[in-house]
């Protein structure tokens, strides 16, 4: 069975951090592209940033800007995503997703950039 788990989400004061993890399963990891999007209310979901199945190669959205950064431990069947300066624009909901043989998606994170 596969299985995406989202998880590290919260909330943060402007400016703050957090580290989102995604753990997988049921699926060969280490062959898969791994992305993580967001969604904010009333919004389309958009991509984050991605990541090559070996971690060699990585791509980020422009609103980005060097705050975030997404790495993965594939011996742990897992990906980040570390975001910096956070600003309340980036609250959200944030999925990962795998794509490969097969594409998934993780059920979420909630993250909330308030003071």
């Known amino acids: 069975q596969v299985q995406l788990v989202e998880s590290g989400g919260g909330l943060v004061q402007p400016g703050g951090s957090l580290r989102l993890s995604c753990a997988a399963s049921g699926f060969t990891f280490s062959s898969y592209r791994m992305t993580w999007y967001r969604q904010a209310p009333g919004k389309e979901r958009e991509l984050v940033a991605g990541i090559s199945s070996g971690g060699g190669s990585t791509n980020y959205a422009s609103f980005v800007k060097g705050r975030f950064t997404i790495s993965r431990a594939n011996a742990k069947n897992t990906v980040y995503l570390q975001l910096n300066s956070l600003k309340p624009e980036d609250t959200a909901v944030y999925y990962c997703?795998?794509?490969?043989?097969?594409?998934?998606w993780g059920q979420g994170t909630q993250v909330t950039v308030s003071s």
């Open positions: 997703h795998a794509q490969g043989w097969g594409r998934y």
